[in-house]
């Protein structure tokens, strides 16, 4: 084998070691770091953790999880999908260090990418996480990070009871913490980098009334941006009562987020020479924004509002923004019908209002031609207030009301299970062009007024019907099997109460209105799990998984955003949604070994295949004229993909205080079919175009990954390093671009200092967080175009520094 770099290096001795001590050790194990066994809040069991890896219906399948403590330990605040990014087979990367910037993310599971998975937050759907919201909020704005409780991923398919239209390639299940039974707060305070300031509050009232305990956690974080001068961050503010009974556990829950987060632009980056334009060699590693520095911006452009051709489609806006607010509430109770039997109900509803804004110069990607549709013949810097830029929204609301009911018993040596799951969702999304007045510019915290175009409104009312059953029948002491199917409908109707003008959006004579609905009665699955001599469980599970089409009006690959009457109805008739095998099988577990100086290993050891079948595409002539114009969708099938891959994780003990996590991670995920797009005309002859990409691998998916996190614990000194490898991506459907690799490597130190008795506080922390601790250069995330010869990356952010002082009172 030849050995390339010295990444490859460090990817190959990592994979060789972990392969050796696991012969060595005859153990595999519950893949996660440090977090292996995670700690359980104060209000659960000790063994809490071990009964939901060992026992839980899940267990057929690859479930790993990971703690709301060791979340904190990778950076106070983090997001609960950028702390998963620690765990096999995971590529999570965004623009920040916390994961919470939600326009530039990227995130990839055994090749499926974010929206191909399921969420939810203590069993309540969290939609696909498309950046367009309509179905969904992000688990960060959802639930604090420091009142997350665990997280739990199933990374080759989630369980039948997953409230999820999405969940293809498996599920990210995050669940809060619970109240605790002493009354008391916390406190804490991070400082650190680019003026970053958080501030975490919670108060628990303790048990009161016999049986009743609530938290109130308030959350308020501002950062500015590394590469621009805009300010990340707003306010959240959690709610949790619980009274636990003999008769069952009454849960109440109630969020708020209000997110105000200016965002990058890309770059967009070519072929040299290939794309025949000017601007080939303009590559910039950042496209920062000028805010707000408007002088600056206004000399960017010339008197007729143009700017420097040679930036081609990396000109500078002048901001962007995703503003977002949010309301999430459920209420559930867990009856206790008989010894062997619970009835487990909840509701939830959820509130968002939000938009998306970009304020940039008006002669970019078209605009011209789309601002003369509603003011022909007239000066355009004028009309949009001399300043020689606009400002465009995308507004968004969803109005969610959706409930869960899940009947468990056991009887004799079979445990059953059967559930529904109901959702009635109304969302909405209105595109509009307002003014940038030269006298009065707005800024990325301003919610803009007086609109001049609604380019189009576009709202979907949309229901979800889910039922499962499942028997886990325990065939004797060490052997586990488990079978069940779910069935699943979605019904959609779109309606556009503000068609554009033809020719207004690209690729569209105007947007559908009908109904469209998907339905599959029976999505099986079947995995049993085998306990072997010392603990070590073998497993293996098969499943079939279904995406229900996106229903969002303007984007996306959503039949209300395609381009005309026609197309919508062709869709209807012979479109097929998504659908996957997934296929798994490995080997976990853990024991103590004397092995030199390893005391004990944890490890897992799993292999997977995947038959996706009907994966759409969204092909577009010009993406970066959609990017900001907006344009109709065209939702191609490109046939089927198989994937196969291998996920090698251990944990290895060393002594009292010292441990080494390492997980290597294999995926090859590749089309199985070309494409078609368009057409050619030569001599009167028309000939459909074939994309070629049968035999090419998935783009944005890297083959590779590697993950270590070094531990040494002593007392009330703990420290971490943190590393993580990412290979090779392609950036285009034919692969013919792509990013190189990267190692980026993190260091978290913190100490615990012991309060006298008589002070008010029981616990003092200071911890020290460094993010990219090489000061790695390089392309982060990567946004895969059509068509060939050009990709769009945001870039790895520099070294960041933080610190935290936390209390217990």
Known sequence: MLIKSARHVLLAASAFGVLAIASVAQAADVPLSAAVEPAAEPAEPADAVEQLLVTSLSATRSAVQLSGSEMQKILPGLSPLKAIQTLPGVLYVTADPWGNNEQNTSLFIHGFNGQQLGYTLDGVPLGDQSYGNYNGLSPQRAVISEAVGKVILSSGAGSLGTASTSNLGGAVETFTSDPRAQFGGQLNETVGSYATTRTFLRVDTGTFGGNNTAYFAYAHQDARAWDFRGHQGGDQANLKYVRDGEAGKLTFYLSYSDKIEPNEDGTTRYIPGRAGKPYDSYQPYTRPFFYPDFHAALDYLDAAGNYPVSEGENYRNYFSAA?????????????????NVTWSNQVYYHDDHGRGIVAGPIRVAGLPALFNFYFPNQDLKKVFGNSGYATRTTEYQIDRLGGISTLNATI???????????????????????????????????????????????????????FHIQDQWRIRENLVLQGGFKSSVQDATGAVPVQPIVGSLVNSTGLPVGNIKTKEWFLPQLGAVWTL????????????????????????????SLGSQAAFDQFKRTAEPETAWTYEAGVRGKREVAFGPITGVDGQLSVYHTDFSNRLLGVAPSAAAISIIGGAAIVQNVGAVKTDGVDLALTLQLGDHFSFYDAVSYNRSVYQDDYTSGSTTVGGVITPTVVRIAGKKVPGSPEWMNKFVASANFGAFEAQLIGDYVGERFATYTNDLKVDSYLLLSLQVSYDFQTPANWPIDNLKLSANVTNLGQKKGDLNVTVSQPAGSYSTFPIPPRQGFVTLSTRF
Do not use: M
């Not at 309301?327 to 559930?332: D, E, R, T």
């Not at 001599?533 to 959503?558: I, P």
């Open 412 to 466: 004799g040596d079979h445990q059953i299970e059967a559930g529904f799951w109901y959702e009635h969702n109304k969302s909405s999304a209105y595109r509009r062009w307002y003014p940038f007045d030269v006298n009065h510019p707005t800024t990325p915290y301003d919610v803009p007024t007086g609109w001049l175009i609604t380019q189009y409104g576009s709202e979907i009312d949309n229901k979800v019907y889910q």
């Open 323 to 339: 503003l977002r607010t949010d309301y999430l509430s459920y209420l559930k109770y867990d009856a206790k019908l008989a010894d």
């Open 533 to 560: 001599d010392g603990g070590v469980e073998a497993f293996v599970n098969v499943q079939k998984n279904l995406r229900h089409f996106q229903t969002y009006g303007g984007g996306g690959l959503s039949p209300f």
